[in-house]
């Protein structure tokens, strides 16, 4: 009864022991063995079934930098750039291999090519060209992405100018419209105003033509007024000449004409027709006045409009 926890707490210690490095050996196995079956399928262009052994593989050891690297080629040219750049990356930290360090350097530099990120390109290929100065291949990229860096630099700077251009001539054709907006606005003013003082000379002539025609009707009324008066004094003065022919006729037909007879003042115009005729050329002189009073109110209107 003593010896029986003796010898199972011996198998048990022994057990603890043995398991962990049965399971790292068989980890490893795994790990690699699914690498080799990846690349056999990442050769025959299987690059999503090559991609999923490659991440099972680095599932078990997230330190297996082989698994990583491969991880990335495969998801390179299976169109996964961003899971191809996360993979390499892992795998740099992973390695102290400075061959696979080159070309970790050598694919992540090519990922920046194809984004036309040339200035971060040229810092990767110099890297593995550190690692490795006989990479002719590095050499050659890092010279091909200089000069698309500098053509790409040169076509930014031609689109800058370009778009300076743009806006200049843009700012001077807003420019020129405003000031083509600013002369219209401002002919429209000018005629605006000359409306005004045109209306106002239309008011001012008007109002001469009514205070000339009131000063006319005034002028042809007071007219009336001593022609009427002169009417009657000369009428007057006529019948104190008649009432004094008259006497002496009275005194001359007495003695000379005989009873019944008709004298010649007697068929002379009465002053009621008299003065019927006088009026009458009183109002045609009035007519010719006013016709005579617009052609004057004409040309003071032409002077006023050359004001």
Not at 202 to 220: C, E, S, T, Y
Request: net charge neutral; glycine share 4%.
């Amino acid at each position: 009864m003593k010896k029986a926890p003796l010898t199972y707490f011996l198998i048990l210690a022994i057990t603890v022991c043995i398991f962990p490095q049965a399971h790292a050996q068989n980890t490893d196995i795994a790990k690699k063995d699914l690498v080799r079956e990846g690349n056999k399928l990442y050769k025959m262009a299987e690059y999503t079934a090559s991609d999923s052994l490659f991440a099972a593989a680095a599932a078990l050891d997230s330190t297996y930098s082989t698994a990583l690297y491969n991880l990335g080629n495969s998801s390179y040219l299976g169109g996964n750039p961003g899971t191809a750049k996360a993979a390499w990356m892992k795998s740099l930290l992973n390695t102290a291999d400075e061959k696979e360090k080159t070309d970790i350097f050598y694919n992540l530099a090519g990922i920046e090519m194809d984004g036309k990120n040339y200035g971060e390109a040229i810092k990767l290929y110099k890297d593995a060209l550190r690692r490795d100065p006989t990479d002719e291949q590095a050499r050659y990229n890092l010279a091909l992405a200089q000069k698309l860096l500098k053509d790409q630099q040169q076509n930014q700077n031609n689109q800058q100018n370009q778009q300076d251009q743009n806006n200049q001539d843009n700012k001077n054709d807003n420019k020129d419209n405003k000031d083509n907006q600013d002369d219209k606005n401002k002919d429209n003013n000018n005629k605006d105003n000359n409306n005004k003082d045109n209306n106002k000379d239309k008011d001012n002539n008007k109002n001469n033509d009514d205070n000339k025609d009131n000063q006319d009707n005034q002028d042809d009324k007071n007219k009336d007024n001593n022609q009427n008066n002169n009417d009657n004094n000369d009428n007057k003065d006529k019948d104190k000449d008649n009432n004094n022919n008259g006497d002496n006729k009275d005194d001359k037909n007495n003695q000379n004409v005989p009873s019944g007879g008709n004298t010649p003042q007697q068929q002379q115009l009465s002053p009621d027709a008299q003065q019927m005729l006088r009026a009458i050329g009183r109002e045609e002189q009035k007519t010719q006045d006013k016709v005579k009073g617009k052609k004057v109110q004409g040309a003071v209107k032409k002077a006023v409009k050359d004001w």
